[in-house]
């Protein structure tokens, strides 16, 4: 089925270990998003890509570091990973940076320890 | 300074009622209005939007609401099912913000039977 793809799925780091998450679109949308989210909260936009080539920090980008690989595949980075970082990331992607809804994937839930 | 706020975590109704989750928001900015729907384990789902120039959108049993004045919307589902319990996020968009979207804290939504 057509979407966003995220690997992997569960993630457990020791503090201090390295990690890159994969997010993939086969939608052909030009802006995609990685998001985090803690309990009991909302989605806090992390960096984004408007368009190939082109990325963004977010909100809370602190700690992390993105690559735009090709118009399909938005990568995040934690090259040195925290307990506070220990949350579920989503991508997200969209056709252009008008109004349209996201399309998530499924979520990575990565336990820092 | 949480921009979009859903100041209710949870809302309980029974089946073939209406639900209708609150959102509040603060920047003038915004002028783009997203709903979102969330089951455990999965990402969220576009369910609906508004933009700024209109009032009211519909959407089959979903309604969306806006009142600009009050910085206020409100999604309405009617009648409400079961199957509608899901964590609902408010999400907002402004423009001149390469389609970055400030979601809410979520409300729960149960639907009892």
């Known amino acids: 089925n057509a979407g966003v793809t995220q690997t992997p799925k569960f993630q457990v780091l020791k503090t201090g270990q390295s990690m890159t998450l994969q997010c993939a679109q086969d939608m052909n949308h030009n802006s995609m998003y990685w998001y985090r989210q803690d309990p009991g909260m909302g989605l806090r936009l992390i960096y984004y890509s408007a368009s190939e080539g082109t990325t963004d920090k977010g909100e809370v980008p602190n700690g992390y570091n993105v690559s735009r690989l090709n118009k399909r595949e938005f990568s995040l980075r934690l090259e040195s990973a925290a307990p506070s970082q220990t949350s579920v990331y989503f991508c997200?992607?969209?056709?252009?940076?008008?109004?349209?809804?996201?399309?998530f994937g499924s979520g990575t839930r990565l336990t820092v320890v | 300074d949480q921009q979009v706020k859903q100041n209710s975590p949870s809302l309980s109704v029974q089946e073939g009622r209406i639900s209708i989750l609150n959102c509040d928001y603060t920047?003038?900015?915004?002028?783009?209005f997203l709903w979102y729907k969330k089951y455990p384990a999965e990402g969220p789902t576009f369910l609906i939007s508004?933009?700024?120039?209109?009032d009211k959108n519909e959407d089959g049993r979903f309604t969306v609401f806006l009142n600009k004045s009050a910085k206020h919307l409100s999604l309405h589902i009617v009648p409400s099912q079961p199957g509608d319990s899901a964590v609902y996020f408010c999400a907002a968009s402004a423009n001149t913000n390469a389609g970055k979207s400030t979601f809410g804290d979520g409300t729960t939504l149960t639907v009892k039977p």
């Open positions: 508004i933009s700024s120039i209109k």
């Open positions: 920047n003038s900015m915004f002028d783009y």
């Open positions: 997200a992607s969209t056709m252009s940076e008008g109004n349209y809804g996201y399309t």
